[in-house]
């Protein structure tokens, strides 16, 4: 037992994947055609809702939408993987370099944030 | 600490985000569309490339495609702590799902696994 | 002269292609994946704003908005064309069947139209 | 009768979105969300497949990709329309644009076309 619960779901992944011998369909443009797709299924949840809207939509469907982001998390988390790049470290950074582009001082509460700040 | 690295990264996230008092864009359907957004430019790496060309890509870059999967998972991991859902657990239930839905015997190598078994 | 302006429009863009002799990477996969990625940057003209933020945006970047609905439109145009599809037949054959789906008299100014009337 | 098919669409759909009262739902971004949705679910026909399955798709299910093409050209055409764009206007001046960027002299042929010439 690792305690790190990100690279159990990895190695899970890779036996589900692997028992149906379908890592000949994963490579790296498939996988991303999939995140994509997956990632738009997610956002119909959302579609020509307003805040309101959205928001009691999220109370009713919590089930579905973790679902959604399951399907996203799952092939990004293989496409990481297959890649040899290591989710956490990738994230950490990127929040460095973020943080370098959006400084405190010049980002906070700003809406344009990813326009020109 | 924890031993949870993904944890931890949640709580990194949180805190980017609320030195710069960003969560009042971060409602879901917002956070879904940036999802979308970072999802099209994974793939456009590998927008108009054989398999060939995709392998060659990969090589050369790397840092910018972990990049990119890094801003997918952001988003997708900011989503999910924000409506309360563990991710971990949420990938769990659909890999359950998925094992139910494409069982080895029929699944087995088949590359329309995702049409109709 | 036809009269038929996205006739015309269809007649350019094989020109086009077929000068630069990219018929090899437009197949369909890779011109549907194409269409999804301009999409996505049509989509980002939008991203963390709200109505007020996306009218001002609007009003001072028509020319960029207008490149990208043609980004995605070319793409879109070619591939109907390469399938053999009429893009105005099918546009018409869509808004029949929407028609019968959603009747005038329960869709009325009903937000949650796609969901389940 | 104007011989402008594409016109005679454009006013198709005012009217049927009217009838509707749907214009209150289609805001810029609420178009653009819907256009990134329908060009993932024109994606899905070709998720998974490699050239051969691509084809062989096409031949046994052309009505439903024409019907996700009809999808995604109909909110692009409203979206042109509500924001005053001209679409085949639009068309013109990018593809201007793309001779440009991409002369025939250095773009024949090219895989990496849109990467850097």
């Keep these: 037992m690792s ?24 490579d790296p443009k498939n996988l991303s055609v999939s995140i994509a ?6 956002l119909e949840h959302f579609q020509w809702k307003d805040d309101k809207g959205v928001m009691e939509h999220v109370d009713r469907h919590r089930d579905e939408i973790a679902d959604e982001i399951a399907d996203v998390a799952m092939y990004l988390t293989e496409l990481a993987d297959n890649l040899g790049i290591d989710l956490i470290a ?28």
């Design 3 to 26: 305690g790190d619960r990100l690279q159990e779901m990895v190695e899970r992944i890779r036996k589900f994947r692997d028992e149906r011998d379908w890592m000949k369909f994963h």
């Design 37 to 42: 797709i997956e990632a738009a299924e997610l």
């Design 90 to 117: 990738a994230m950490e950074a990127k929040l460095e370099k973020n943080a370098q582009k959006y400084p405190v001082a010049k980002a906070k509460g700003v809406a344009t944030k990813y326009d020109k700040l």
